[in-house]
């Protein structure tokens, strides 16, 4: 069993930077691959960027590529996902998610935090 917390709840202008975190409840984060799943406000869930198990590969939705970076630091069980240039598009609850593969899609992951919220405003 996975559990995942995410923090970075925030509140942020346009052209803003915020950074999530995603601390995981195992005993090597290594063994899954990760990922940022969010859902706006009336919208279906849609994949943001996920990471492989020992980093051997990214995926970023087109969307949020070169604003937004995954990252994971396997030692402390912890996932970040880098937001900058922020939109007030961006606003939705953000979801940190594991499996064993890092799926470009929000349909595929066994273990999923709560989510956190994140606002921009105009």
């Known amino acids: 069993q996975v559990q995942l917390v995410e923090s970075g709840v925030g509140l942020v202008q346009a052209g803003g930077s915020l950074r999530l975190s995603c601390a995981a409840s195992v005993r090597s984060l290594s063994f899954y691959a990760m990922g940022w799943l969010r859902q706006a406000p009336g919208k279906e869930r849609e994949f943001v960027a996920s990471?492989?198990?020992?980093?051997?590969?990214?995926y970023t939705a087109d969307s949020v590529k070169g604003r937004f970076t995954i990252s994971r630091d396997n030692d402390k069980n912890k996932v970040y996902l880098q937001m900058n240039s922020l939109k007030p598009e961006n606003t939705a609850i953000y979801y940190c998610?594991?499996?064993?593969?890092?799926?470009?899609?929000?349909?595929?992951?066994?273990?999923w935090g709560q989510g956190t919220q994140v606002t921009v405003s105009s």
């Open positions: 998610a594991a499996d064993n593969s890092p799926w470009p899609r929000t349909d595929r992951y066994a273990y």
């Open positions: 990471i492989g198990g020992d980093v051997d590969g990214t």
